[in-house]
Nanobody, 114 residues
């Protein structure tokens, strides 16, 4: 499985961005996809996940502001980020899990200016 993330950028606090992650390769084996983020000097943390059945899970810090979704026909996952805060500044990574393996995409940087 290969993952290609895009959509990061610079935005003012209160603004919005939408991240995309397109999967290729053995996509039929993917059972869950998600977004993680890593701020400078910090560990990589979970942002949100979505199962192949559409079940979603969010970190408390983004609930009500971020929405994860996926378009199975396009093999693409999205993260709509609204009401962005400076603490959302990080490199965002997409992730995919099969029954036995995990895959990471390259990061896309999000910078929120206050």
């Amino acid at each position: 499985v290969q993952l290609q993330a895009s959509g990061g950028g610079l935005v003012q606090a209160g603004g919005s961005l939408r991240l995309s992650c397109t999967a290729s390769g053995s996509v039929v084996s993917i059972i869950r996809m998600g977004w993680y983020r890593q701020a400078p000097g910090k560990q990589r943390d979970l942002v949100a996940t979505i199962s192949d059945a559409g079940t979603t899970n969010y970190a408390n810090s983004v609930k009500g502001r971020f929405t994860i979704s996926r378009d199975n026909a396009e093999n693409t996952m999205y993260l709509q980020m609204n009401s962005l805060k400076s603490e959302d500044t990080a490199v965002y990574y997409c992730h995919a899990r099969t029954r036995n393996l995990c895959y990471w995409g390259q990061g896309t940087e999000v910078t929120v200016s206050s």
